[in-house]
Each structure stands twice: as structure tokens, then as C-alpha cells.
């Protein structure tokens, strides 16, 4: 039972412009979203986050924007740098627990 | 200040024997996760220690593994009898209390022949 969708398992940008990364999530209950970043051979770093009482976070070249209605949310790189080439993880937790439920991951490639 | 050191980084067992995988959480961190990653698939949570507790376990497979955070030294994630399935890379993360953004370590990836 996948409670975090990531539908897209690659994406290509090219440098400079902004890449989008979607997430879907089901379960009405979550109610703090993050997104990590991973490279090869270590372990997700956190990166942005954001509380369902929010709809937009900002941090630098990175926002999250979040669509309770529609239980979506996605993650803007902008402008996209070859630095930020890495799987990307959407997770959320719910109100009260301890453990994430995370996405099957979105590899980005920015191409120089 | 070392982050989340998780040991060993790549192990190889044979079915049938035991996998111990080690997580010395961040230094004033008291509180670790262990998750489970297998091939194509996102991180999927198996359980939560504070020292000497376990407090959800919700994610464990119900025979062969168990874990530990004893008062003194590392977390443990103990897998016995290691079958084929339990290839995978297994990720520990800890966080100072109970927070919603905490620090992975970089993984032991478990490869069952």
C-alpha cells in the first residue's frame, strides 16, 4: 500500500531552466511533507519541508508547494543546477507518529 | 561533530547466516530509526528506539530480525537467517528528539548469496 506517490521516475532538465518534481500522497492524515535528496552510496539528505497549514515554502533556488484538495505537492528547482543531479524522495508523516512514509523517488539529471 | 556512522557500509552474507548492522546515532541524539530500502523502491520504516526502548516496531518483519539501542554503545538491526529477499540497503537516522526532519546515516547494503 504505496501512501506516497512519486509517478515519475526520471526527469531531464537542462541547466538553468526549473525543474518540477510531483509527489501524491493518499492519506488524509499526514500532515508534515519533505522532500530529501540522495546520491549514490549515501544516505537522503533532508532538504525542504513543509506543514499541511502551509501551502508554499521557500528556501533559496528550492519551493515546495502543496495542494491539500488535491493531496499533492511538488518541489521547484530554480534555476536547475548539474549540481542538484540526484534521486529526490517525497515523504510524510502523520500527526503524532514517528515514522515517514516515503515515495519511490524521481531521478533528476541536469544536463550542462 | 560526525554525523549518523552507520557500519558496515557494504556486507555480504550467505543465506542462513546472521547480518549485524551497527548505527551510532549523532552525537546528543537519542532517538533512531531504522529503514529499509529495497531495489527500485523507496525507504520503507521498520522501527524506532530511544535507549533501551522500542517504542514502534510496526515495520519489523515479525521473524528473523530485531533490533536493539542499548544504554551504552550502538543501535543494532539484527537479521538472522538471512534469505535472498533481505538484499538490500538499510538506512538508520536519528534525531536529538522527537522531530520530523532527521539525519540519515549513508547505509549498509546488504547483499544475501
Known amino acids: 500500500d504505496q501512501q506516497v506517490k512519486q509517478n515519475s521516475p526520471s526527469l531531464s532538465v537542462q541547466e538553468g531552466r526549473i525543474s518540477i518534481l510531483n509527489c501524491d500522497y493518499t492519506?488524509?492524515?499526514?500532515?508534515?511533507f519533505l522532500w530529501y535528496k540522495k546520491y549514490p552510496a549515501e544516505g537522503p539528505t533532508f532538504l525542504i519541508s513543509?506543514?499541511?497549514?502551509?501551502d508554499k515554502n521557500e528556501d533559496g533556488r528550492f519551493t515546495v508547494f502543496l495542494n491539500k484538495s488535491a493531496k499533492h505537492l511538488s518541489l521547484h528547482i530554480v534555476p536547475s543546477q548539474p549540481g542538484d543531479s540526484a534521486v529526490y524522495f517525497c515523504?510524510?508523516?502523520?500527526?503524532?507518529?514517528?515514522?515517514?512514509?516515503f515515495g519511490t523517488g524521481t531521478r533528476l539529471t541536469v544536463i550542462p | 561533530n560526525a554525523g549518523v556512522m552507520q557500519n558496515p557500509r557494504h556486507l555480504v552474507r550467505r543465506r542462513g547466516q546472521e547480518a549485524r548492522l551497527r548505527c551510532s546515532p549523532m552525537?546528543?541524539?537519542?532517538?533512531v530509526y531504522w529503514y529499509r530500502q529495497l531495489p527500485e523502491e523507496g525507504l520503507k520504516f521498520m522501527v524506532y528506539?530511544?535507549?533501551?526502548?522500542?517504542?514502534?516496531e510496526s515495520g519489523m518483519p515479525k521473524e528473523r530480525f530485531s533490533a536493539e539501542f542499548p544504554k551504552e554503545g550502538p543501535s543494532i538491526l539484527r537479521i538472522q537467517q538471512v534469505v535472498r529477499g533481505d538484499s538490500a540497503a538499510y538506512f538508520c537516522?536519528?534525531?536529538?528528539?522527537?522531530?520530523?526532519?532527521?539525519?540519515f546515516g549513508s547505509g549498509t547494503r546488504l547483499t544475501v548469496v
Open positions: 492519506n488524509s492524515m499526514f500532515d508534515y
Open positions: 515523504a510524510a508523516i502523520r500527526d503524532g507518529a514517528n515514522n515517514l512514509f
Open positions: 528506539l530511544q535507549k533501551e526502548n522500542i517504542i514502534d
Open positions: 513543509i506543514s499541511s497549514i502551509k
Open positions: 552525537k546528543g541524539h537519542s532517538h
Open positions: 537516522a536519528s534525531s536529538p528528539y522527537t522531530e520530523r526532519g532527521y539525519t
